[in-house]
């Protein structure tokens, strides 16, 4: 089974930024990496998406603000947020997708003054 584990949330404050970490327990070089957010009371929505040609897709709300990023001789995929907004607060989750689809614990992520 693979298995990923996040790490990088927290509370920061609108226009802040945060680095979240993926590291999967096995190789992620056949696998497109993808980061959920998920907020109270709404669904997990696709934030961005890393494949392993190195093509790299962002959620309109998110783009030029974050950055997606792997490296697959650590086995670890990173999600860089600038600029954050109060809307940004959600649960985050890392995803993977080679053998079969593995999903995270998730990290929090809160914006707020």
């Known amino acids: 089974q693979v298995q990923l584990v996040e790490s990088g949330g927290g509370l920061v404050q609108p226009g802040g930024s945060l680095r979240l970490s993926c590291a999967a327990s096995?190789?992620?070089?056949?696998?497109?990496m993808e980061w959920h957010r998920q907020a109270p009371g709404k669904q997990r929505e696709l934030v961005a998406r890393?494949?392993?040609?190195?093509?790299?897709d962002y959620a309109d709300s998110v783009k030029g603000r974050f950055t997606i990023s792997r490296d697959n001789a650590k086995s670890t995929v990173y999600l860089q947020m600038n600029s954050l907004k109060p809307e940004d607060t959600a649960v985050y989750y890392c995803?993977?997708?080679?053998?079969?689809?593995?999903w995270g614990q998730g990290t929090q992520v809160t914006v707020s003054s």
């Open positions: 995803k993977s997708d080679w053998p079969y689809t593995s």
């Open positions: 890393i494949t392993r040609g190195y093509t790299i």
């Open positions: 096995g190789s992620i070089s056949l696998s497109a």
